[in-house]
């Protein structure tokens, strides 16, 4: 990373001719070199995560699933639920193939929790702006939420609370084609392409965010308000998160600017679990296929284990 | 023959009914398009990504953007 640091200072020092020290230059350097790190990090992990894609597609997902037991099957679900793509748009025809071949409610939702929370967007962030050993706490609680609240829905036998339709769905089996190597490397291209291009702007604004913070917001300022004995301002950012609905691009960059202000540790992982787990977009979007109350539920047992993985975190990381 | 371009309105999915059309234009074949943008038709289908290509109501594509070239030969 050498060079990229080098560049940064170039850009701030040199060709802006910012004094090395002042607040002002050292956002530039700090912006430039964050930036251009985390756009190249995050389009390598797309391009891997891609390739990836290509051999764990959904029909498979399905096929590994089927008929699983409690536990087993919630840890491959949880899993395989990190490579496999997921948009709140394709949540529907995912669920509803799913139960048709036999994947228990429980481990459904232990993959549906953990496939956009587990994403690649965001550990390719985490990694770049906060380092490996908070981006694998965050990849481990996710797993593990993923996990437990797949397994305490799939005990609460809520299969009727599944709208009816879904069990009346017979669909047609789909043969996948076999890829070629070159039919890999184009998808996993075109990967890059449309995830960057919805993202770049994004991570640069929050980037952007986050360099003004550094520059100008007092060490300590969040100390007293989001520290680690602030016992509310855990479920505060988990509520806050879920309105900025899977937008890890644009939070993360701010979120790693804040914990250098004082947020405690914890807190900031459970605000980006909930920005990344929990959307309104999705609610309404799995709505059409789950009953109110187990929607309810689905949210709630969520909210209740980001909270608790957060103060957690709070009280035992200092 | 007859094409349905399976997707919630995605920029994918409008990506894959072009690149299609091209596909078919080029072969000189003639095809009907439909969109489908309900999700339970698509689940009917066994489609689980989205955007996907179903020509004579089979899947032949799901879940990504082929080249106009590999859609030829799908085609064909």
Redesign the interface.
Known sequence: MGLLEDFGAWVAFQLLNLEPGSALGEAVNFFVYDSLKVLLLLAAMVFLVGLMRTYV???RV?KWLGGRKEGVGNVLAALLGVPT?F?S??A???F??FV?SGVPLGITFSFLISSPMVNEVAIALLLGLVGWEITVLYIVSGLAIAVVAGIAIGRMKLENEVED?VYE?????????QMTAR?RI??AK?EVK?IMKKVSLYVLLAIGVGAFIHGYVPVGFLAEIAGKNSFLAVPVAVMIGIPLYSNAAGTIPVVQALMAKGMALGTALAFMMSVTALSFPEMIILR?VLKPKLVAIFVGILFVSIVLVGLLFNAVIG | MKIKVLGGGCANCARLEQNARKACEELGVKAEFEKVTDYTKMAAYGVMSTPALVVDEEVKVEGRVPSVEELKKLLQ
């Open positions: 597609t959904p029909q399905k793509p948009c748009c394709s529907v025809p995912l509803i193939g048709e339709f769905i017979r669909s047609k089996e789909v043969k996948e084609k039919e184009a998808f075109n449309t059409k």
